[in-house]
Nanobody
């Protein structure tokens, strides 16, 4: 059974940094593309960044140069390192993968950027 568990969210001041983690199990992590998405109140869920099995990365324009996605195949974990955080980055952040044509999501972790 595919299972994704996010952690690392919290309250941070503008300009600060956070690192989110997503621990994965129940599938062959090294073969899967992993993604981070976010959903702010009243807005649709949007892609933040994703990383393929060969570590090619893709970022939303709004986070390019500030966020970095990475993966540790030995730990079955994907990370999202977020720098220069802005109030507009406030959202619930979700980890996602697609396995055998089904999408799987974690429960989400709240990130709040506020002074």
């Amino acid at each position: 059974q595919v299972h994704l568990v996010e952690s690392g969210g919290g309250l941070v001041q503008p300009g600060g940094s956070l690192r989110l983690s997503c621990a994965a199990s129940g599938f062959t992590f090294s073969f899967a593309t992993m993604g981070w998405y976010r959903q702010a109140p009243g807005k649709e869920r949007e892609l933040v960044a994703d990383i393929t099995s060969d570590t090619s990365t893709n970022y939303a324009d709004s986070v390019k140069g500030r966020f970095t996605i990475s993966r540790d195949k030995a730990k079955n974990t994907v990370y999202l390192h977020m720098d220069s955080l802005k109030p507009d980055d406030t959202a619930v952040y979700y980890c996602k993968t697609r396995w055998f044509r089904l999408d799987y999501w974690g429960q989400g972790t709240q990130v709040t950027v506020s002074s």
